[in-house]
């Protein structure tokens, strides 16, 4: 067996989680949660973090490429002592003795000192008196008497570190669903000011994501206030605030830059004493592939991810984003909706076509990019349009369109309210421009008597 034990936490922070029992694993535990990733075996004893990865070398590619790779994914343990043993309290100690600037006894584990040992330390003054000061010196007592004297405790620890008996830890789980909280180190005045001691709870978030290779949907941030009613008016006991993605998120920058823009439109009723965190929904996460050139690799950061910030910065119904339809009338194919928690910004994909719909039809290859909105009614002489003092000259066969008599109560997109029948051209003007222009076709509504009326819809850049 190997055992790797690593420093916890890394760091102190004001801002601590809730504690749990005494000796039992906490409920947040990022690093813990991390090094799921490495090996199912973690624990945590004391102040460390054990890890036995005797099962995972190989997958790793051995203990030095395991360590190198702890030092890449967590750059705080990089100025840290990572110690190795093959007993956990073997590791612990010597995590120990190089944390406090001692090197390792070279007489092995019965050289080590009994201040490392967690089952010695209430004892100390005691043993010191006695002359012992090492685990052997203490291993080599007799067994009942030791029992009688320093309790159950030192004889079972020593008899792990020398190989007597098997180790046996509470293993680390990795929770079914992220729900945290935290206790604030003093009031906050503003709902901004909740960001720093929430970034404790998204980087819980991110190793929890990560462990169980998902991506988060919505997570909801709420906070518990002090007080339960300000100038003689009722407050609820807590807030909360709620955001969603278009796709499954693990970096934490876009997820931060987006409750900092919601913080700042946030006012808070009370000072709060705690934040929670919690994953509404999450998805399985889907890493992008990685390009085969330098050049390929996308730069900037995705329009979705533009849209959901622009969004939490402005406000709900602050922002619209143009959606396709499969629609043969050029001003049906897009509209515009509010992006909000039912629509998110990501695109849509269109609905499959109809039985027997061709992937390119004449109208789709010759529609410009500019549309006018409404069509423009043009001059009509000989049955044929005339704009500018001049005729137009078709270019194309006509591309007839005729749809939208199946949509009986939507609203249509002529001027009379009705399904549209035109024959579409490309013209060209008198000063050489490029036009589109359609003619309308007799209908139920319309004699075919009556002269047919000619519009121009889009012009070519």
Request: aromatic share 6%; charged share 20%; glycine share 8%.
């Amino acid at each position: 067996m190997l055992w790797f034990a690593l420093p916890w936490p890394l760091e102190k922070a004001s801002a601590q989680p809730a504690q749990d029992e005494p000796g039992d694993p906490p409920a947040c535990d990022p690093l813990g949660w991390w090094a799921l990733r490495l090996t199912p075996h973690v624990t945590r004893l004391g102040d460390a973090l054990l890890l036995e990865v005797s099962g995972s070398l190989r997958l790793w590619g051995g203990a030095a490429a395991l360590q190198r790779r702890i030092f890449e994914e967590n750059p705080a343990l990089a100025s840290a002592n990572i110690a190795q043993a093959a007993i956990g309290i073997i590791a612990l100690a010597h995590l120990r003795l190089r944390r406090d600037g001692r090197g390792v006894p070279a007489g092995g584990v019965a050289a080590l000192p009994l201040s490392v040992l967690d089952a010695a330390r209430l004892h100390l003054p005691l043993l010191e008196r006695l002359g012992l000061r090492t685990w052997g010196d203490a291993h080599a007592l007799p067994r009942a008497p030791m029992v009688r004297r320093f309790g159950p405790g030192l004889r079972a620890a020593l008899d792990v570190a020398f190989g007597l008996v098997p180790e046996r830890y509470p293993w680390l789980v990795l929770p079914e669903r992220f729900d945290e909280a935290l206790e604030l180190p003093a009031h906050a005045e503003s709902a901004p000011a909740l960001l720093w001691s929430a970034n404790r709870l998204l980087a819980a978030l991110q190793a929890w994501l990560r462990a169980r290779q998902q991506g988060v949907l919505a997570f909801e941030l709420g906070w518990t206030l002090d007080q339960k009613r300000l100038n003689g008016r009722a407050l609820p006991p807590a807030q909360s605030l709620r955001i969603r993605t278009a796709e499954p998120a693990q970096s934490m920058d876009h997820l931060r830059r987006l409750l900092a823009e919601r913080l700042a439109r946030t006012s808070l009723l009370a000072p709060p004493i705690g934040l929670r965190l919690h994953a509404v929904q999450t998805a399985p996460w889907q890493p992008g592939n990685a390009a085969l050139l330098p050049g390929e690799q996308r730069r900037g950061e995705p329009l979705h991810v533009f849209i959901e910030r622009a969004n939490a910065r402005l406000g709900p119904g602050s922002v619209r984003r143009p959606v396709l339809r499969a629609d043969h009338r050029p001003e049906q194919r897009q509209r515009w909706e509010v992006v909000d928690e039912k629509n998110h910004p990501h695109p849509k994909p269109l609905p499959p076509a109809a039985e027997g719909a061709t992937d390119h039809a004449p109208a789709d290859a010759l529609a410009p990019t500019w549309l006018l909105h409404p069509p423009q009614p043009l001059e009509v002489r000989g049955g044929l349009p005339w704009r500018g003092g001049a005729a137009l000259r078709l270019l194309t066969r006509p591309c007839r369109v005729e749809t939208g008599w199946w949509a009986e109560g939507a609203p249509a997109s002529d001027a009379a309210g009705e399904a549209v029948a035109r024959d579409y051209f490309m013209a060209q003007g008198a000063a050489q421009e490029l036009l589109w222009v359609y003619r309308e076709r007799p209908t139920s509504r319309t004699p075919a008597s009556a002269a047919p009326r000619w519009f121009l819809h889009g012009i070519y850049a």
